[in-house]
Protein backbone atom coordinates (compact mmCIF):
# COMPACT_ATOMS: atom_id res chain seq x y z
CA UNK A 1 0.00 0.00 0.00
CA UNK A 2 1.00 3.66 -0.59
CA UNK A 3 1.84 5.54 2.32
CA UNK A 4 1.22 9.79 2.03
CA UNK A 5 2.89 11.64 4.48
CA UNK A 6 2.41 15.25 4.98
CA UNK A 7 4.63 18.02 6.58
CA UNK A 8 4.32 19.72 9.16
CA UNK A 9 2.03 18.16 11.05
CA UNK A 10 1.40 21.27 12.88
CA UNK A 11 2.56 24.98 12.57
CA UNK A 12 1.52 28.37 13.59
CA UNK A 13 0.58 31.44 11.01
CA UNK A 14 -0.55 34.59 11.41
CA UNK A 15 -3.62 36.07 8.76
CA UNK A 16 -2.19 37.22 5.72
CA UNK A 17 0.89 34.77 5.93
CA UNK A 18 1.86 32.57 2.79
CA UNK A 19 1.50 29.16 4.03
CA UNK A 20 3.02 26.17 2.48
CA UNK A 21 2.45 22.36 2.87
CA UNK A 22 4.33 19.40 1.86
CA UNK A 23 2.49 15.82 1.05
CA UNK A 24 4.94 13.00 -0.02
CA UNK A 25 3.85 9.37 -1.44
CA UNK A 26 6.25 6.31 -0.65
CA UNK A 27 5.75 5.39 -4.22
CA UNK A 28 5.09 7.51 -7.53
CA UNK A 29 0.85 8.04 -7.69
CA UNK A 30 1.29 10.60 -10.95
CA UNK A 31 -0.70 13.43 -10.37
CA UNK A 32 -3.53 11.37 -8.62
CA UNK A 33 -3.41 13.70 -5.38
CA UNK A 34 -6.22 15.65 -3.42
CA UNK A 35 -5.97 17.79 -1.06
CA UNK A 36 -9.13 18.65 1.76
CA UNK A 37 -9.71 21.02 4.30
CA UNK A 38 -11.61 20.04 7.74
CA UNK A 39 -12.68 21.90 10.51
CA UNK A 40 -13.91 21.20 13.53
CA UNK A 41 -16.88 18.93 14.28
CA UNK A 42 -16.86 19.27 10.08
CA UNK A 43 -16.91 16.77 7.34
CA UNK A 44 -14.00 17.64 4.75
CA UNK A 45 -14.04 19.31 1.68
CA UNK A 46 -12.38 19.35 -1.32
CA UNK A 47 -10.06 21.53 -2.47
CA UNK A 48 -7.99 20.28 -5.39
CA UNK A 49 -7.81 17.01 -7.28
CA UNK A 50 -5.46 15.93 -9.76
CA UNK A 51 -3.12 17.47 -7.84
CA UNK A 52 -3.16 20.92 -9.67
CA UNK A 53 -6.82 21.57 -10.39
CA UNK A 54 -8.80 23.70 -8.16
CA UNK A 55 -12.38 22.85 -7.21
CA UNK A 56 -15.47 24.25 -7.89
CA UNK A 57 -16.07 27.21 -5.73
CA UNK A 58 -12.54 26.89 -3.57
CA UNK A 59 -10.53 30.81 -3.55
CA UNK A 60 -8.13 30.74 -5.72
CA UNK A 61 -5.41 31.62 -3.25
CA UNK A 62 -5.20 27.97 -3.04
CA UNK A 63 -3.28 25.96 -4.90
CA UNK A 64 -1.46 22.76 -5.18
CA UNK A 65 1.66 21.52 -7.26
CA UNK A 66 3.42 18.28 -8.00
CA UNK A 67 3.43 15.13 -9.49
CA UNK A 68 5.11 11.69 -8.41
CA UNK A 69 5.92 11.40 -5.16
CA UNK A 70 6.29 15.10 -4.25
CA UNK A 71 2.88 17.43 -3.50
CA UNK A 72 2.73 21.26 -1.75
CA UNK A 73 -0.39 22.50 -0.81
CA UNK A 74 0.14 27.00 -1.04
CA UNK A 75 -2.00 29.70 0.67
CA UNK A 76 -0.99 32.25 -0.17
CA UNK A 77 -2.56 35.10 1.79
CA UNK A 78 -3.63 33.16 4.98
CA UNK A 79 -7.51 34.16 6.01
CA UNK A 80 -9.34 33.47 9.61
CA UNK A 81 -11.37 31.15 7.84
CA UNK A 82 -8.49 28.73 6.65
CA UNK A 83 -7.24 27.85 10.61
CA UNK A 84 -8.02 23.96 9.98
CA UNK A 85 -6.35 21.02 9.25
CA UNK A 86 -5.22 19.65 5.66
CA UNK A 87 -5.26 16.14 4.12
CA UNK A 88 -3.67 15.04 1.33
CA UNK A 89 -5.08 11.50 0.00
CA UNK A 90 -3.68 9.54 -3.43
CA UNK A 91 -6.07 7.91 -5.60
CA UNK A 92 -3.73 6.53 -7.64
CA UNK A 93 -3.89 3.01 -6.17
CA UNK A 94 -6.47 0.69 -3.68
CA UNK A 95 -6.17 1.54 -1.05
CA UNK A 96 -7.14 5.58 -1.48
CA UNK A 97 -4.79 6.39 1.49
CA UNK A 98 -5.30 9.68 3.48
CA UNK A 99 -1.95 11.62 4.83
CA UNK A 100 -2.16 12.16 8.95
CA UNK A 101 -2.99 15.85 8.29
CA UNK A 102 -1.16 19.20 8.98
CA UNK A 103 -2.92 20.96 11.49
CA UNK A 104 -2.97 25.12 10.86
CA UNK A 105 -3.01 27.15 14.14
CA UNK A 106 -3.38 30.82 14.71
CA UNK A 107 -0.18 32.47 16.06
CA UNK B 1 -28.41 21.13 -4.58
CA UNK B 2 -26.17 18.42 -4.38
CA UNK B 3 -25.92 16.78 -0.89
CA UNK B 4 -25.58 13.63 1.19
CA UNK B 5 -27.66 13.42 4.12
CA UNK B 6 -26.98 10.68 6.68
CA UNK B 7 -28.63 8.45 8.94
CA UNK B 8 -28.18 9.72 12.77
CA UNK B 9 -26.36 8.55 15.92
CA UNK B 10 -25.65 5.10 16.71
CA UNK B 11 -24.54 3.80 19.77
CA UNK B 12 -23.63 -0.24 19.58
CA UNK B 13 -22.46 -3.07 22.01
CA UNK B 14 -19.34 -4.86 21.22
CA UNK B 15 -20.02 -7.82 18.83
CA UNK B 16 -23.18 -5.74 17.60
CA UNK B 17 -23.68 -4.55 14.12
CA UNK B 18 -24.44 -0.94 12.27
CA UNK B 19 -26.06 0.35 8.78
CA UNK B 20 -25.25 3.83 8.42
CA UNK B 21 -27.35 5.66 5.53
CA UNK B 22 -26.59 7.80 2.54
CA UNK B 23 -29.30 9.16 0.85
CA UNK B 24 -28.06 11.59 -2.09
CA UNK B 25 -29.99 14.43 -4.09
CA UNK B 26 -29.59 16.89 -6.70
CA UNK B 27 -27.57 14.23 -9.20
CA UNK B 28 -28.07 11.45 -11.09
CA UNK B 29 -26.38 8.91 -8.28
CA UNK B 30 -25.64 5.96 -11.00
CA UNK B 31 -23.56 8.53 -11.82
CA UNK B 32 -20.99 8.17 -9.14
CA UNK B 33 -19.45 6.28 -6.94
CA UNK B 34 -19.80 6.79 -2.92
CA UNK B 35 -16.68 5.87 -0.57
CA UNK B 36 -16.85 6.00 3.30
CA UNK B 37 -14.47 7.32 5.59
CA UNK B 38 -14.24 7.26 9.27
CA UNK B 39 -12.86 9.79 11.72
CA UNK B 40 -11.83 8.15 15.29
CA UNK B 41 -12.03 10.50 17.87
CA UNK B 42 -8.45 13.10 17.45
CA UNK B 43 -7.51 10.81 14.87
CA UNK B 44 -6.95 11.52 10.94
CA UNK B 45 -9.51 10.01 7.98
CA UNK B 46 -9.24 6.44 7.59
CA UNK B 47 -11.26 5.17 3.66
CA UNK B 48 -13.09 1.76 4.71
CA UNK B 49 -14.35 1.35 1.02
CA UNK B 50 -16.27 2.62 -2.20
CA UNK B 51 -19.20 0.83 -3.97
CA UNK B 52 -20.20 2.44 -7.69
CA UNK B 53 -23.75 3.44 -7.79
CA UNK B 54 -23.70 2.24 -11.61
CA UNK B 55 -23.08 -1.75 -10.73
CA UNK B 56 -22.51 -2.17 -7.64
CA UNK B 57 -18.96 -3.04 -7.82
CA UNK B 58 -16.93 -2.69 -4.31
CA UNK B 59 -13.21 -2.14 -3.02
CA UNK B 60 -12.98 -2.38 0.80
CA UNK B 61 -10.28 -1.87 3.11
CA UNK B 62 -8.37 -5.08 3.69
CA UNK B 63 -8.32 -4.63 7.52
CA UNK B 64 -12.20 -4.79 7.32
CA UNK B 65 -12.78 -7.28 4.75
CA UNK B 66 -14.91 -9.63 5.95
CA UNK B 67 -16.53 -7.19 8.42
CA UNK B 68 -17.81 -4.31 5.98
CA UNK B 69 -20.57 -4.89 3.40
CA UNK B 70 -21.27 -1.61 0.96
CA UNK B 71 -24.49 -1.88 -1.07
CA UNK B 72 -26.53 0.92 -2.48
CA UNK B 73 -30.30 1.00 -3.49
CA UNK B 74 -30.88 3.06 -6.76
CA UNK B 75 -34.50 3.60 -6.47
CA UNK B 76 -33.90 5.75 -3.53
CA UNK B 77 -30.32 6.80 -4.41
CA UNK B 78 -29.24 5.56 -0.65
CA UNK B 79 -26.17 4.12 -0.03
CA UNK B 80 -25.54 1.81 2.83
CA UNK B 81 -22.53 0.94 5.28
CA UNK B 82 -22.85 -2.14 7.04
CA UNK B 83 -20.36 -3.04 9.34
CA UNK B 84 -20.29 -6.50 12.18
CA UNK B 85 -18.59 -7.72 14.78
CA UNK B 86 -17.93 -4.03 16.30
CA UNK B 87 -15.77 -3.28 18.56
CA UNK B 88 -14.27 -0.66 20.99
CA UNK B 89 -11.80 1.25 17.98
CA UNK B 90 -14.80 1.21 15.77
CA UNK B 91 -15.98 4.02 17.55
CA UNK B 92 -15.91 7.26 15.10
CA UNK B 93 -17.60 9.11 12.98
CA UNK B 94 -18.55 7.78 9.52
CA UNK B 95 -18.53 9.75 6.27
CA UNK B 96 -20.03 9.07 3.02
CA UNK B 97 -18.91 11.07 -0.01
CA UNK B 98 -19.34 11.10 -3.56
CA UNK B 99 -16.07 9.50 -5.72
CA UNK B 100 -15.78 8.28 -9.02
CA UNK B 101 -18.16 6.16 -11.17
CA UNK B 102 -15.74 3.79 -12.06
CA UNK B 103 -12.75 3.79 -9.37
CA UNK B 104 -12.07 6.68 -6.61
CA UNK B 105 -11.18 10.20 -7.58
CA UNK B 106 -11.49 13.28 -5.53
CA UNK B 107 -14.51 12.96 -3.03
CA UNK B 108 -16.06 16.15 -3.63
CA UNK B 109 -19.16 16.19 -2.20
CA UNK B 110 -19.79 14.65 1.78
CA UNK B 111 -22.33 14.00 3.95
CA UNK B 112 -22.63 15.41 7.73
CA UNK B 113 -21.39 12.30 9.37
CA UNK B 114 -22.79 9.77 11.56
CA UNK B 115 -21.33 9.19 15.23
CA UNK B 116 -20.83 5.58 15.95
CA UNK B 117 -20.52 4.88 19.86
CA UNK B 118 -19.54 1.20 20.39
CA UNK B 119 -19.77 0.87 23.99
CA UNK B 120 -20.73 -2.23 26.52
Known amino acids: AIRMTQSPSSFSASTGDRVTITCRAS??????LAWYQQKPGKAPKLLIY???TLQSGVPSRFSGSGSGTDFTLTISCLQSEDFATYYCQQYYSYPPAFGQGTKVEIK | QVQLVQSGAEVKKPGASVKVSCKASGYTFTSYGISWVRQAPGQGLEWMGWISAYNGNTNYAQKLQGRVTMTTDTSTSTAYMELRSLRSDDTAVYYC?????????????WGQGTTVTVSS
Open chain 2, 97 to 109: ARDGSSDPGGMDV
Open chain 1, 27 to 32: QGISSY
Open chain 1, 50 to 52: AAS
